[in-house]
Protein backbone atom coordinates (compact mmCIF):
# COMPACT_ATOMS: atom_id res chain seq x y z
CA UNK A 1 0.00 0.00 0.00
CA UNK A 2 3.26 2.32 0.62
CA UNK A 3 4.65 1.90 -2.60
CA UNK A 4 1.25 2.98 -4.41
CA UNK A 5 0.37 5.78 -2.01
CA UNK A 6 4.19 6.77 -3.06
CA UNK A 7 3.89 6.23 -6.97
CA UNK A 8 0.48 7.99 -6.82
CA UNK A 9 2.37 10.91 -5.55
CA UNK A 10 4.80 10.82 -7.79
CA UNK A 11 2.77 10.71 -10.89
CA UNK A 12 0.71 13.52 -9.41
CA UNK A 13 3.82 15.44 -9.07
CA UNK A 14 4.87 14.65 -12.65
CA UNK A 15 1.52 15.50 -14.12
CA UNK A 16 1.47 19.21 -12.42
CA UNK A 17 5.01 20.21 -13.74
CA UNK A 18 5.04 23.53 -15.91
CA UNK A 19 7.81 22.66 -19.15
CA UNK A 20 8.26 24.21 -22.08
CA UNK A 21 8.11 22.13 -25.19
CA UNK A 22 11.47 20.01 -25.61
CA UNK A 23 13.50 20.79 -28.96
CA UNK A 24 15.61 18.35 -30.88
CA UNK A 25 18.02 19.01 -33.20
CA UNK A 26 19.97 16.64 -35.83
CA UNK A 27 22.40 16.86 -38.55
CA UNK A 28 22.42 14.51 -41.07
CA UNK A 29 20.16 12.63 -38.87
CA UNK A 30 22.83 12.60 -36.10
CA UNK A 31 21.33 14.11 -32.69
CA UNK A 32 22.59 17.28 -31.22
CA UNK A 33 22.18 17.24 -27.85
CA UNK A 34 20.08 20.04 -26.56
CA UNK A 35 20.21 22.20 -23.27
CA UNK A 36 17.41 23.73 -21.86
CA UNK A 37 17.51 27.44 -21.72
CA UNK A 38 15.86 30.29 -19.96
CA UNK A 39 11.96 30.52 -20.04
CA UNK A 40 8.43 31.37 -18.70
CA UNK A 41 5.72 28.71 -18.80
CA UNK A 42 2.12 29.29 -18.05
CA UNK A 43 0.10 26.21 -18.26
CA UNK A 44 -3.52 24.73 -16.35
CA UNK A 45 -3.68 28.10 -14.48
CA UNK A 46 0.19 27.18 -13.25
CA UNK A 47 3.38 29.46 -14.49
CA UNK A 48 7.02 28.88 -14.04
CA UNK A 49 10.11 30.74 -15.04
CA UNK A 50 13.27 29.68 -15.04
CA UNK A 51 16.65 31.81 -15.95
CA UNK A 52 20.02 29.73 -17.12
CA UNK A 53 23.54 30.98 -17.50
CA UNK A 54 24.22 32.41 -21.22
CA UNK A 55 24.46 29.79 -23.93
CA UNK A 56 28.69 29.56 -24.06
CA UNK A 57 28.27 28.61 -20.34
CA UNK A 58 25.83 26.21 -20.30
CA UNK A 59 27.86 24.05 -23.08
CA UNK A 60 31.03 24.92 -21.32
CA UNK A 61 33.08 21.43 -20.44
CA UNK A 62 30.44 19.58 -22.82
CA UNK A 63 32.37 17.31 -26.22
CA UNK A 64 30.17 19.24 -28.80
CA UNK A 65 28.93 16.79 -32.57
CA UNK A 66 31.22 16.58 -35.12
CA UNK A 67 29.31 17.50 -37.92
CA UNK A 68 30.57 18.34 -41.41
CA UNK A 69 30.95 22.28 -43.01
CA UNK A 70 28.07 23.66 -44.54
CA UNK A 71 25.63 20.95 -43.10
CA UNK A 72 22.04 21.41 -42.27
CA UNK A 73 21.02 21.93 -38.59
CA UNK A 74 17.42 20.86 -38.26
CA UNK A 75 15.61 21.71 -35.27
CA UNK A 76 11.90 20.57 -34.50
CA UNK A 77 9.59 21.66 -31.39
CA UNK A 78 7.33 18.55 -29.70
CA UNK A 79 4.91 21.48 -29.57
CA UNK A 80 4.40 23.85 -32.63
CA UNK A 81 5.51 27.70 -31.61
CA UNK A 82 3.73 30.23 -32.79
CA UNK A 83 4.00 31.32 -36.42
CA UNK A 84 7.15 33.42 -37.21
CA UNK A 85 8.46 32.98 -33.62
CA UNK A 86 11.29 30.62 -34.04
CA UNK A 87 14.65 32.52 -34.14
CA UNK A 88 18.70 31.42 -33.70
CA UNK A 89 22.06 33.51 -32.57
CA UNK A 90 25.57 32.03 -32.78
CA UNK A 91 27.20 32.73 -29.72
CA UNK A 92 31.21 34.08 -30.01
CA UNK A 93 32.29 35.86 -26.24
CA UNK A 94 29.17 36.05 -24.80
CA UNK A 95 28.21 38.54 -27.61
CA UNK A 96 24.94 36.59 -29.45
CA UNK A 97 24.54 37.53 -33.50
CA UNK A 98 21.15 36.53 -35.42
CA UNK A 99 21.36 33.56 -37.47
CA UNK A 100 18.94 33.09 -40.53
CA UNK A 101 16.57 29.98 -40.10
CA UNK A 102 15.40 28.93 -43.56
CA UNK A 103 11.90 27.57 -43.49
CA UNK A 104 11.68 27.67 -39.49
CA UNK A 105 13.86 24.74 -38.96
CA UNK A 106 17.09 24.67 -40.69
CA UNK A 107 20.21 26.76 -39.51
CA UNK A 108 23.08 26.40 -42.43
CA UNK A 109 26.39 25.95 -40.44
CA UNK A 110 29.52 27.29 -41.30
CA UNK A 111 32.09 26.52 -43.65
CA UNK A 112 34.80 27.57 -41.70
CA UNK A 113 36.15 24.54 -39.04
CA UNK A 114 35.52 25.71 -35.05
CA UNK A 115 33.26 24.74 -32.54
CA UNK A 116 29.91 26.89 -32.46
CA UNK A 117 27.65 27.67 -29.78
CA UNK A 118 24.14 28.37 -31.09
CA UNK A 119 20.88 29.48 -29.10
CA UNK A 120 17.23 29.00 -30.69
CA UNK A 121 14.00 30.68 -29.30
CA UNK A 122 10.67 30.55 -29.65
CA UNK A 123 7.05 31.54 -28.08
CA UNK A 124 4.01 29.91 -27.79
CA UNK A 125 0.37 31.16 -26.50
CA UNK A 126 1.47 29.56 -23.08
CA UNK A 127 5.11 31.33 -22.92
CA UNK A 128 8.83 31.33 -24.67
CA UNK A 129 11.45 29.41 -23.94
CA UNK A 130 15.39 29.04 -25.24
CA UNK A 131 17.38 26.61 -26.13
CA UNK A 132 20.86 25.75 -26.13
CA UNK A 133 23.64 23.21 -28.56
CA UNK A 134 26.86 23.23 -29.81
CA UNK A 135 28.37 21.46 -32.60
CA UNK A 136 32.06 21.15 -34.10
CA UNK A 137 32.33 21.73 -37.76
CA UNK A 138 35.24 20.03 -39.05
Known amino acids: MKKLLIS ?6 T ?10 AKVNKEPIKVYQGSYCWNENGRGECADT ?7 KGN ?3 VVSKASELK ?8 KGSVGANIWTNGE ?10 TIILPR ?12 WEEGDSSYALQVEVK
Not at 75 to 82: L, N, R, S
Request: hydrophobic share 40%; aromatic share 8%; with cysteine.
Open 8 to 13: LALLLI
Open 15 to 24: ACEVKPPQLT
Open 53 to 59: ALPEEMV
Open 63 to 65: VPT
Open 75 to 82: VHFDYEPK
Open 96 to 105: AKDQKIVNSD
Open 112 to 123: KPGIYVYSVHAN
